[in-house]
């Protein structure tokens, strides 16, 4: 099993290279630059530096060829055990054993962003081989990652319209090493036909079907929170027909008839094993404080909110504006409200005077606080409180479920039609590739290329 599926805690390691900056800087130029040759020289030298990182990781993935198929298939049904274990546990009456609130689920999804906004990065370097029917499997992949060009099924424009649902798009609060797979998936993507076994072993791995996707679905949809994103994956990466199927397809195909079969093994076991970099979905999950949270974020927003208060409110003899001069005031300051009576820990977060004034009709600081930090606040204040009945069970949303109809005066639109006019079939996928690229995929334009890309490798094979 991957670090996806393990969901272990595991020790910080730099995986930072010299000269290229953090984690961050180096994902945001693999996948916001401009300079193709930029990119590919930092991709190359990112992913040596991983993949020597991963060679002091255990080895799962069999070297035996003959074995793959049983090794996955019993990956699978080993998830399905582990889950119908977890689903007897809840129905004995069991906790949820991910979240424990909901700012704790919305906590995990930001964290993991970096790495769902670039979903399928690792493959997109293998669209050049679209004539090569070897590769028909892995492109699938690719393609349905992006939704086959229909935004209600691209994997990056459901996980951003989830993070806006909920006020996560503030990617200033991601710890760097969260950037750390997101990186690895793009690097892949840009130096496929150097790495291409790489490529191959990290595919394999990531595409099996992971019990975090399972059970986070089942406690997101419990929380109120729309699990689409997560049980979409559920259906394609299963190990019959979906991601995981192919991905045992193209170790075959793509095994060379000739040369050093033991090497291309080596290599896509290496590759396999750029999974389990980084922090692991448990350490994630169990990296949250609620409380840390709540004064994390009021340390964000104190610098705004210093000189913004009237002197007419005091707390134990000081203004809000002397509270929010320091960082190292806020707890006292919390505890100053609770005294004041301005915030009733473990009862209905309705019953505080301090939420009625964050939440609500007339809220003296109605916008202040994101959907995020306003449930930040929420969940602190309540506490052991429960309300009465459950969330409401998450439902698609109408917008992510429908197609809406692409602006035909979008400037990338207009740019990319020109580009397209007058040149012959095989001239057009070169040109529509680089709009089938994780910084332009989801964008308009990105969608209507990939659907174009769709339609010319059905129509020239």
Same mark, same amino acid.
């Given at each position: 099993?991957?670090?996806?599926?393990?969901?272990?805690?595991?020790?910080?390691?730099?995986?930072?290279? /010299?000269? &290229?900056?953090?984690?961050?800087?180096?994902?945001?130029?693999?996948?916001?630059?401009?300079?193709?040759?930029?990119?590919?020289?930092? &991709?190359?030298?990112?992913?040596?530096?991983?993949?020597?990182?991963?060679?002091?990781?255990?080895?799962?993935?069999?070297?035996?060829?003959?074995?793959?198929?049983?090794?996955?298939?019993?990956?699978?049904?080993?998830?399905?055990?582990?889950?119908?274990?977890?689903?007897?546990?809840?129905?004995?009456?069991?906790?949820?054993?991910?979240?424990?609130?909901?700012?704790?689920?919305?906590?995990?999804?930001?964290?993991?962003? /970096?790495t769902k906004l670039?979903?399928?990065?690792?493959?997109?370097?293998?669209?050049?081989?679209?004539?090569?029917?070897?590769?028909?499997?892995?492109?699938?992949?690719?393609?349905?990652?992006?939704?086959?060009?229909?935004? &209600?099924?691209?994997?990056?424009?459901?996980?951003?319209?989830?993070?806006?649902?909920?006020?996560?798009?503030?990617?200033?609060?991601?710890?760097?090493?969260?950037?750390?797979?997101?990186?690895?998936?793009?690097?892949?993507?840009?130096?496929?036909?150097?790495?291409?076994?790489?490529?191959?072993?990290?595919?394999?791995?990531?595409?099996?079907?992971?019990?975090?996707?399972?059970?986070?679905?089942?406690?997101?949809?419990?929380?109120?929170?729309?699990?689409?994103?997560?049980?979409?994956?559920?259906?394609?990466?299963?190990?019959?027909?979906?991601?995981?199927?192919?991905?045992?397809?193209?170790?075959?195909q793509l095994m060379?008839?000739?040369?050093?079969?033991?090497?291309?093994?080596?290599?896509?076991?290496?590759?396999?094993?750029?999974?389990?970099?980084?922090?692991?979905?448990?350490?994630?999950?169990?990296?949250?404080?609620?409380?840390?949270?709540?004064?994390?974020?009021?340390?964000?927003?104190?610098?705004?909110?210093?000189?913004?208060?009237?002197?007419?409110?005091?707390?134990?003899?000081?203004?809000?504006?002397?509270?929010?001069s320091t960082p190292?005031?806020?707890?006292?300051?919390?505890?100053?409200?609770?005294?004041?009576?301005?915030?009733?820990?473990?009862?209905?977060?309705?019953?505080?005077?301090?939420?009625?004034?964050?939440?609500?009709?007339?809220?003296?600081?109605?916008?202040?606080?994101?959907?995020?930090?306003?449930?930040?606040?929420?969940?602190?204040?309540?506490?052991?409180?429960?309300?009465?009945?459950?969330?409401?069970?998450?439902?698609?949303?109408?917008?992510?479920?429908?197609?809406?109809?692409?602006?035909?005066?979008?400037?990338?639109?207009?740019?990319?039609?020109?580009?397209?006019?007058?040149?012959?079939?095989?001239?057009?996928?070169?040109?529509?590739?680089?709009?089938?690229?994780?910084?332009?995929?989801?964008? /308009?334009?990105?969608?209507?290329?990939?659907?174009?890309?769709?339609?010319?490798?059905?129509?020239?094979?």
């Amino acid at each position: 099993m991957t670090a996806l599926t393990r969901l272990e805690s595991k020790p910080a390691r730099e995986h930072s290279i /010299p000269g &290229a900056g953090s984690l961050k800087q180096t994902y945001e130029q693999l996948l916001l630059s401009d300079d193709a040759e930029h990119q590919r020289t930092l &991709a190359r030298t990112f992913l040596a530096a991983q993949l020597e990182h991963a060679t002091d990781l255990p080895e799962e993935m069999p070297r035996d060829l003959s074995a793959l198929h049983t090794f996955v298939e019993h990956h699978c049904a080993e998830v399905a055990r582990q889950y119908a274990d977890y689903l007897q546990q809840r129905k004995d009456g069991g906790p949820r054993q991910f979240f424990s609130n909901k700012a704790h689920a919305l906590f995990v999804l930001q964290a993991v962003a /970096p790495t769902k906004l670039v979903d399928g990065a690792w493959l997109y370097g293998l669209l050049r081989h679209w004539r090569d029917p070897r590769f028909d499997g892995l492109i699938c992949t690719y393609l349905e990652e992006l939704g086959d060009g229909n935004p &209600a099924q691209n994997h990056v424009v459901i996980y951003r319209k989830l993070l806006a649902e909920h006020g996560l798009q503030d990617g200033a609060v991601i710890a760097d090493e969260r950037y750390l797979q997101g990186a690895v998936q793009l690097a892949l993507g840009y130096c496929s036909d150097e790495f291409l076994p790489e490529v191959i072993g990290y595919n394999l791995g990531y595409e099996q079907l992971p019990l975090h996707l399972l059970i986070s679905a089942y406690e997101l949809r419990e929380l109120g929170i729309d699990p689409y994103y997560f049980t979409l994956h559920v259906t394609i990466d299963n190990a019959s027909t979906g991601h995981a199927h192919k991905a045992v397809q193209a170790v075959q195909q793509l095994m060379p008839l000739e040369g050093d079969r033991e090497e291309f093994l080596r290599r896509v076991a290496l590759g396999y094993r750029l999974n389990d970099l980084g922090q692991g979905s448990r350490a994630i999950i169990e990296s949250f404080d609620l409380y840390d949270e709540v004064l994390k974020m009021l340390e964000r927003k104190r610098p705004f909110g210093q000189h913004m208060h009237s002197n007419y409110c005091r707390f134990e003899g000081q203004t809000v504006n002397q509270w929010l001069s320091t960082p190292e005031q806020l707890p006292g300051f919390l505890v100053a409200l609770e005294n004041k009576g301005w915030i009733k820990r473990h009862q209905d977060p309705q019953a505080s005077r301090f939420w009625q004034l964050v939440e609500g009709d007339g809220a003296a600081m109605f916008g202040v606080f994101s959907p995020y930090e306003k449930q930040l606040l929420h969940d602190w204040i309540g506490g052991n409180w429960k309300p009465e009945r459950s969330p409401a069970a998450g439902r698609r949303s109408t917008s992510a479920a429908t197609q809406p109809t692409l602006p035909a005066n979008d400037p990338d639109i207009v740019s990319l039609q020109a580009a397209l006019d007058g040149l012959g079939a095989h001239e057009q996928m070169q040109v529509l590739i680089p709009w089938l690229s994780a910084q332009r995929h989801s964008h /308009p334009a990105g969608l209507m290329a990939t659907r174009r890309f769709i339609e010319l490798k059905s129509s020239l094979r």
